[in-house]
């Protein structure tokens, strides 16, 4: 039986529900790792309800997070926002037919692969401007600060991994690619595929950004071989990449990493039970590292740094 006593409560504070619709309201529990979502049927329609997870206060802007969400939304790539408060309790319309994008998923649906990108090219060239910018050093550098805090052993790790990763931020400062509204965490999870359409959820990391950051980003977290990456990039640039683009979502690709297990780390310090996170922290800084090394990594910061 699930509990869904935080969702009624949630409800009993958003203007429009009357007692009865709250009582009669059907709640169901959805997946997530840090917040808690539930389905919503009430007063005839089907809402989705975010109640935002414990610890997330110290990481996300939930003021950036609602100006995000609803410039996407109003190009249509994010659902309509119907009530955002400042402690981060968003009602949303429910996206119906949708299926979070695995990375079996995007190999199973057909046109998947280039829903996402299509999707992605128009949050890039439409929206409007994001809040804040995403510095990706930076962001680790606080991330960091917070594990440190909590002792955990890996902060030393990502710290050398920033340190190796100096040259890429070298190279993407000499030829800055213009800024553009990006999601900045577009997992699978976070991907909802109508078959139609893909709509974009979870706006909590967004703001503007490199756009190849979010190619990449979906690049590695649908675990991508080379013909995904091939048609990824087809669909969003309308025309086979330059090797200067793939080089530039290549190198960007380490820099994902290290960003995904530093907040990992920070969810495996706060006690997070969703997931081993100390474990994919660790994974994927070795994935990380070994990226680093590699021949192609190697070649792919040439062709940016050639242009």
Partial sequence: MQNTDSGRQALANIPGFAPADIESARLTRLKGLTNTVFKVDVQGRTLCLRLPGEGTSAIIDRGVEERNARAAASVGVAPEILFFDANGVMLTRFIDDAVALSPAGFRARAGAVERAGQALRRLHDEAPAFARHFRVFD?????????????????????????????????????????????????????????????????????????????????????????????????????????????????????????????????????????????????????????????????????????
């Avoid at 977290?221 to 013909?227: L, N, S, Y």
């Avoid at 960007?252 to 920070?266: F, N, R, V, Y």
């Avoid at 792919?300 to 242009?307: E, I, M, N, R």
């Fill in 139 to 307: 962001i680790v550098e606080d991330y960091l600060s917070l594990v440190d805090i909590r002792g955990v052993e890996l902060a030393e790790t990502v710290r050398r991994l920033l340190a190796a990763m100096a040259e890429v931020g070298e190279a993407l400062a000499a030829r800055p690619a213009p800024l553009r509204p990006c999601h900045c965490d577009p997992t699978g999870a976070n991907l909802l595929d109508t078959g139609e359409r893909v709509v974009i959820i979870d706006w909590e990391y967004s703001g503007m950004n490199d756009p190849a950051w979010d190619l990449a980003y979906l690049s590695l977290e649908g675990d991508f071989d080379e013909a995904l990456d091939d048609r990824l990039l087809l669909a969003y640039f309308g025309r086979p990449p330059t090797a200067a683009e793939l080089g530039r979502m290549a190198i960007h690709k380490p820099l994902c990493q290290l960003l995904a297990a530093t907040w990992a780390l920070i969810q495996h310090a706060n006690g997070n039970p969703a997931a081993d996170f100390r474990g994919y922290a660790e994974t994927t800084l070795d994935a990380c590292r070994a990226r680093l090394n590699s021949p192609d990594y190697v070649r792919s910061l040439q062709a940016v740094q050639t242009g």
